[in-house]
């Protein structure tokens, strides 16, 4: 069973920075630069969101873009959220999520972290 284990969540204060790190064991396939591996955050009363992304090239949502800067390690197994500049909007459960299509699609979640942004 393929586990997401986040990291690095807590509280700070505005203008503030922290970083998110998730750990992907026990995956049945290899993780390939084809594989997608993304963050996600959903703060109370709103839909779970796409921020970040990161396959062969790396996407942003605009509302992280120049503030937010994901990445992964050499052997694909550790993607990383550095965060900087929070605004308590940044306040929700960030989670990490891994997106594998080999004869069919293979979608993995992590459990979530939470990330609070004091003002």
């Known amino acids: 069973q393929v586990q997401l284990v986040e990291s690095g969540g807590g509280s700070v204060q505005a203008r503030g920075s922290l970083r998110l790190s998730c750990k992907a064991t026990?995956?049945?396939?290899?993780?390939?630069?084809?594989?997608?591996m993304a963050w996600y955050r959903q703060a109370p009363g709103t839909q779970r969101e796409l921020i970040a992304s990161?396959?062969?090239?790396?996407t942003y949502a605009d509302a992280v873009k120049g503030l937010f800067t994901v990445s992964i390690d050499n052997f694909r197994t550790t993607i990383s959220l550095e965060m900087k500049d929070l605004k308590p909007a940044d306040t929700a459960v960030y989670y990490c999520t891994l997106v594998q299509v080999r004869a069919s699609r293979h979608d993995y979640w992590g459990q979530g972290t939470q990330v609070t942004v004091s003002s």
């Open positions: 990161i396959a062969e090239s790396t």
């Open positions: 026990r995956t049945q396939f290899t993780i390939f630069s084809t594989d997608t």
